[in-house]
């Protein structure tokens, strides 16, 4: 069987939880642990409670709702994604994989569809990784990938904890922020944040694993002197070296794979002053590929860069890498029903190996995962301009519902 | 007739001053209009009055003490420099300028000489521009290269208006903030904040004008996507861009002329995320050459440059002359004289042109102007590391005061 959502409860779902953290440009500033954030999951908790879900809270903030199945004691399905957004970001990334999985256990509901196993769904912890770090915190916590008590140690720019802010906004729960049972399978459904699906005309995308990526930083030490009276040839322009290193970056993806990519996405000068050679320059680099070598091999030679850099400017420099995440294979299990429910719907897919990290990639490690994406017009992504049209969200919706009845149903009965 | 100075008392008056905003790593923090100026602007209308001098302070702050001259209606001759500091900087730039005025009329009082002219010594208010832009502010107001109201109405990064500043630390005076006589000439001792003396082995430096300039930013705008899922051929990243043209800004000098000097002081990034391609980047220039032809060809090539970078990247840009100052030639009376006392000295000398602006530049528009250079150590400033040994500030200090005598002594009798 096939279910069927309701359209314009989607889109009046979305338009509603679209309030919550509201910007003037149309788009959402709703940081982890905010007052917006307490506000969307107050709203979430009545929504769950309308929808005759059991509600509970974990030590972490993860909110989980729950269905219960035919068989209350089978590993039950999971089903989310995250409601908090980037700073000034868009309405859709996280909310729409949160809201699609709100629409499943209505539409169950209204069908009177009992699956053999439970349907949980979620709202996960700081999936963005703005206020607090590491992105995919909520999530990899639950997953067994972060230290709990390390993560409420974390604080924010204000030097908040983030334990105080889990107080603040009374999100601390009392349920262990683990997988209590086994769980059968994780779907979620996300924006691709890329301009893959949109620009070949595809109606969802089917993800079959996430890229891995190396993140770090680069801190090349020169001599700050008077940027008049100091010749070129004394100088020691801890700045000249950062922009050669920005260049590297730019250049190094096409070496290695066409599904390579690498960002240097922050620049710190000191002292920074239009009159000063600079001292002090930190940059930081991400690079990302399905394949772990690549990374690897990238990893490799933005080293070799900030040493050649330097070389050239006579600057010190010393690099930290900060994270090194293992390239995401998808098992086959959830993958399939999600194509399944793909065909079903005669919909244009591609599959594709997520650019981004998501709450599915902790998932990954606890039970069969997979993903819908949903096309990004233009791939824009943590902006006001970040857009989805309603269709597609419908249709990445439904194939995400329909994905999940398939796994829910598994081993038991649906009428 | 040539007067020797008191050694051991300029070595304790500079060691006094550095007392005002010391930090601990032996360095300045005397920003312009500060607690720190204030105290030590106390401080030098002490010496003034004690030295027997009468005191003026300008409705810019600017602190005049003068000494009158054989004839008071001649033209006065004027000495100084600066006492505000850079942020974190060294007890030398601009200071030493300052105490050895002081201890010129110190020892002319000591010495009982009469001078033809009046000689005034002067502190400028905010040469460095740190807190408060431009640089050379108070002698730029008062040679008449800047409106004295526009210049009120500056702000700091806190918002507090440099007319406000002045009032809270009681040094908005009530003499106009221009030359209410002709002067006959103006004589300025400064650390060369350069390389050049010390590698030399040169005791002092004549300076015979100050390098022109152009100063300004480049503002790329790119677009801002998730650094995950954005192929490499679907990005505009503004810092690319940028980066592109900081390598340019370290080229350009090399091909057009051995004194030419460029630099990136400056960078800034939108959003400055790691995860995030950046959507925009500012860079600013800065060139600088004795040549004016030199300086404008710089313009030029930096404009083509940042034309480049924003083609290469795909991105847009636009261009902002911030200001530009022409180079400056002193004419020949006031340098001969230091020629002069640097001769009678036997010290060993270069004529230079300064690399570095200094309140000297607006004076030039106003009188004969003469500088005095003693060596940098390293050639560093406008750091704690900033270093100039007794012994050269010493001679620096006699051949400004020899100098100085010779002018003010000119058309009037010395006993």
């Given at each position: 069987m096939t279910i069927r959502l309701d359209r314009e409860r989607l889109i009046t779902t979305m338009k509603e939880q679209a309030e919550y953290g509201a910007t003037e440009g149309g788009g959402l500033h709703r940081l982890a642990l905010s007052e917006a954030d307490r506000e969307i999951r107050d709203?979430?908790?009545?929504?769950?409670?309308?929808?005759?879900?059991?509600?509970?809270?974990?030590?972490?903030?993860?909110?989980?709702?729950?269905?219960?199945?035919?068989?209350?004691?089978?590993?039950?399905?999971?089903?989310?994604?995250?409601?908090?957004?980037?700073?000034?970001?868009?309405?859709?990334?996280?909310?729409?994989?949160?809201?699609?999985?709100?629409?499943?256990?209505?539409?169950?509901?209204?069908?009177?569809?009992?699956?053999?196993?439970?349907?949980?769904?979620?709202?996960?912890?700081?999936?963005?990784g703005s206020r607090f770090q590491?992105?995919?915190?909520?999530?990899?916590?639950?997953?067994?990938?972060?230290?709990?008590?390390?993560?409420?140690?974390?604080?924010?720019?204000?030097?908040?904890?983030?334990?105080?802010?889990l107080d603040d906004i009374g999100y601390r729960g009392d349920v262990p922020a683990e997988p209590t049972t086994d769980y059968e399978a994780y779907l979620e459904l996300h924006v691709e944040q890329?301009?893959?699906?949109?620009?070949?005309?595809?109606?969802?995308?089917?993800?079959?694993?996430?890229?891995?990526f190396t993140w770090g930083s680069v801190t090349f030490r020169g001599e700050a002197d008077h940027s008049g009276p100091t010749p070129m040839h004394h100088r020691?322009?801890?700045?000249?070296?950062?922009?050669?290193l920005i260049t590297a970056v730019r250049r190094i993806p096409g070496m290695l794979g066409e599904r390579t990519v690498g960002t240097v996405g922050y620049v710190d000068a000191e002292p920074n002053s239009i009159n000063i050679i600079p001292e002090k320059a930190t940059v930081t680099w991400?690079?990302?590929?399905?394949?772990?070598?690549?990374?690897?091999?990238?990893?490799?030679?933005?080293?070799?860069?900030?040493?050649?850099?330097?070389?050239?400017?006579?600057?010190d420099f010393d690099t930290e890498e900060r994270m090194r995440a293992p390239a995401v294979t998808f098992p086959d299990q959830a993958v399939d029903s999600v194509r399944k429910a793909a065909e079903t719907r005669d919909?244009?897919?591609?599959?594709?190996?997520?650019?981004?990290?998501?709450?599915?990639?902790?998932?990954?490690?606890?039970?069969?995962?997979?993903?819908?994406?949903a096309p990004s017009e233009g791939g824009k992504s943590h902006s006001p301009d970040e857009y989805t049209s309603w269709d597609d969200c419908y249709e990445a919706a439904t194939v995400l519902a329909n994905a999940a009845l398939e796994l829910a149903a598994d081993g038991g009965t649906v009428k």
């Open positions: 709203w979430f908790v009545d929504q769950l409670k309308t929808a005759g879900l059991s509600v509970r809270i974990d030590e972490f903030g993860n909110i989980f709702g729950r269905r219960e199945g035919i068989d209350s004691d089978a590993a039950p399905l999971l089903v989310g994604s995250h409601l908090d957004s980037q700073p000034n970001g868009g309405i859709y990334d996280g909310a729409l994989g949160v809201v699609a999985a709100l629409e499943l256990v209505r539409t169950l509901n209204d069908e009177e569809i009992e699956t053999a196993r439970p349907v949980e769904i979620v709202n996960w912890t700081n999936e963005e590491p992105a995919m915190q909520g999530s990899g916590v639950w997953a067994g990938a972060h230290d709990l008590e390390q993560e409420y140690a974390k604080t924010d720019d204000d030097g908040v904890m983030l334990g105080e802010a890329g301009p893959v699906l949109a620009e070949a005309g595809a109606d969802i995308g089917i993800v079959t694993g996430i890229v891995g020691r322009d801890a700045l000249v070296a950062a922009a050669d991400g690079f990302r590929d399905p394949d772990d070598a690549i990374v690897e091999e990238a990893y490799r030679r933005v080293l070799a860069e900030a040493e050649h850099a330097a070389k050239r400017e006579g600057v919909c244009e897919y591609l599959e594709m190996v997520s650019g981004a990290g998501h709450d599915a990639t902790h998932l990954a490690s606890v039970c069969n995962t997979g993903m819908v994406f």
